[in-house]
């Protein structure tokens, strides 16, 4: 619960070799209308490359291209 809560207070996700060894991701929700969750995208490659703090450099570019997805998924 603590992890979810911090996930959803800074708006990205990252992971560290949790679902592949030697794998680092970092991901942020794409919104449709009434900001409910409807995608994500993702980051992810070699720990070595996006380190074991893969958010702290990579969180603001996903950010960014989450909140570009989710308005054009929002126009008509």
Same mark, same amino acid.
């Given at each position: 619960?603590?992890?979810?809560?911090?996930?959803?207070?800074?708006?990205?996700?990252?992971?560290? !070799?949790? +679902?592949?060894?030697?794998?680092? @991701? &970092? =991901?942020? /929700? #794409?919104?449709?209308? !009434?900001? +409910?969750?409807?995608?994500?995208? @993702? &980051? =992810?490659? /070699? #720990?070595?490359?996006?380190?074991?703090?893969?958010?702290?450099?990579?969180?603001?570019?996903?950010?960014?291209?989450?909140?570009?997805?989710?308005?054009?998924?929002?126009?008509?």
């Amino acid at each position: 619960a603590t992890t979810l809560a911090s996930v959803r207070r800074r708006g990205w996700a990252q992971s560290v !070799g949790e +679902r592949e060894q030697g794998v680092a @991701s &970092v =991901s942020a /929700p #794409i919104r449709g209308t !009434g900001a +409910r969750v409807i995608a994500a995208i @993702s &980051v =992810s490659g /070699p #720990i070595e490359r996006l380190s074991r703090s893969p958010g702290r450099m990579h969180a603001p570019p996903v950010l960014a291209a989450a909140e570009k997805i989710s308005e054009s998924m929002r126009r008509p």
